[in-house]
């Protein structure tokens, strides 16, 4: 039997929090959440995205709930996104580790060696595994196994401009795809604002902070064909002239003023753009959500491309495919109903994962194949989002890398070097000092040939 109670949403999460307040953005209306008597309780921990992207998440909660004779009650609990890893490191050493959490791909493998998750091959039929496509499965699966089910891929980095603002201070739409072109537009644009007389506009932003270390992994890939260290972790790859490039590009942005010195989160650093504050930057692919959504009468004044490259090709890989996973604890005391969750979210029907791309405005790709046609059958009959936007990110995440999963400490090396190169720090030394702290780092770390991915 049901019971069933017409509750603020706002409410039942604060319950939820664990002491802390709900993110103060969701700002659902009400509805009718069943609880049901003598069912199974499952715990879900998801992050504090935007806003349309919360009340997707809590709206989907409460379909799996309105089911009357599941015996499954879903508890849901949205966490701030800094604060997420903190949050589940504390609740796993107290024992009140969730059953399902997300995760990204990057990270996937760190739960498998730590034992934190469990194997849920055998929990689905191979009919559902065989539905992902195969860069979603490599980003799942280690051996034989599958330790997550894949929610979405949003390529990392994408270049936004607005055609406006581009046709105001250079006189121009069209945006170069090499990066020697690309710094040319940008001169002209900065002599455009300067001549007009404006002020607080840059004519470009890059990733900064913790995102350097993430957003530029698709850089270095286009620059280098491939990444800071060798497929089988043996070798450091800085001495690769592509890098040396890509310093220089970082030294060239700031020494002449084309970038602002510090930006706000990389994740929504969209918003400068859309308020004036940008001409053109590099940003995720769910940025196209809140434009669409935040900022519609920009549409038509705001075009999308793959990132610029050193030789102007654009069908390679410019960005990483990151995203998120479910995973179920190794903690969890009712693995069969965590798996029905699942199911019911992204993994067996295709109502609710195509009703999530479908809010997303197209700005994710699905892991999954039958998702992937069925929204392919529908742009044709929506006019919200511009196809060429669609076509765009999903020719990026095809083209597109995973994120690596070796340390991140890697990452922070060529991150410091970009950015001592943007202080403009001897470039040949700084490649030189990188070098050998990732040596270190494979060496310390044990990483040659320990690449599980082969």
């Not at 496509?133 to 280690?142: I, L, M």
């Not at 699942?342 to 993994?347: C, N, R």
């Not at 791309?357 to 998702?371: A, G, L």
Request: glycine share 6%; proline share 4%.
């Amino acid at each position: 039997m049901k019971k069933f109670f017409l509750l603020a949403i706002v409410s039942v999460l604060s319950i939820a929090f664990i002491g802390c307040e709900p993110p103060s953005d969701i700002t659902t209306n009400l509805r009718e959440e069943y609880i049901e008597e003598n069912a199974s309780g499952v715990s879900l921990w998801t992050m504090d995205f935007e806003e349309w992207n919360n009340q997707i998440n809590i709206k989907q909660r409460l379909d799996f709930n309105d089911i009357q004779d599941d015996g499954i009650q879903l508890n849901q609990v949205l966490i701030e996104m800094n604060s997420f890893e903190d949050m589940i490191r504390s609740a796993r050493e107290t024992g009140g580790v969730p059953d399902i959490y997300m995760v990204s791909y990057g990270n996937v493998y760190k739960e498998v060696q730590n034992g934190n998750i469990i194997d849920l091959t055998s929990y689905f039929d191979q009919s559902i595994w065989n539905d992902l496509t195969e860069t979603a499965k490599d980003g799942v699966s280690y051996g034989d196994a599958y330790y997550a089910f894949p929610i979405l891929f949003e390529p990392s980095s994408l270049l936004f401009y607005r055609k406006d603002l581009l046709q105001q201070y250079a006189g121009t739409d069209t945006v170069p795809t090499n990066w020697s072109d690309f710094l040319v537009l940008l001169d002209s644009v900065k002599t455009g604002i300067s001549d007009s007389g404006d002020r607080g506009i840059y004519p470009f932003d890059v990733p900064k902070g913790v995102a350097l270390g993430w957003g530029t992994w698709g850089l270095q890939y286009s620059a280098t064909g491939g990444l800071a260290i060798t497929d089988d972790w043996t070798t450091s790859r800085l001495e690769n002239s592509g890098f040396s490039d890509l310093a220089n590009l970082w030294s060239t942005l700031y020494a002449d003023g084309l970038v602002p010195l510090s930006s706000g989160d990389y994740t929504e650093v969209i918003n400068d753009l859309c308020m004036n504050k940008l001409v053109m930057t590099t940003a995720g692919s769910w940025s196209i959500a809140t434009i669409i959504k935040e900022y519609p009468d920009l549409v038509d004044k705001i075009g999308v491309m793959p990132m610029p490259t050193f030789d102007g090709e654009q069908n390679t890989a410019t960005a990483t495919n990151g995203g998120w996973t479910y995973v179920i604890s190794s903690q969890c005391q009712n693995v069969e109903a965590a798996v029905e969750v699942i199911k019911f979210l992204v993994a067996e029907n295709t109502e609710k994962p195509l009703e999530y791309f479908e809010v997303s405005n197209y700005s994710k790709t699905s892991p999954r194949i039958s998702i992937q046609n069925l929204i392919e059958s529908q742009l044709g009959t929506q006019s919200t989002v511009p196809i060429d936007w669609v076509e765009t990110v999903y020719s990026v995440s095809n083209n597109a890398i995973l994120e690596p999963i070796y340390s991140w400490d890697i990452s922070i090396t060529v991150s410091s070097m970009l950015e001592n190169a943007a202080l403009g720090n001897n470039i040949d030394a700084e490649l030189i000092a990188a070098n050998q702290s990732i040596i270190d780092i494979i060496e310390e770390q044990n990483l040659a040939n320990n690449n599980p991915r082969g």
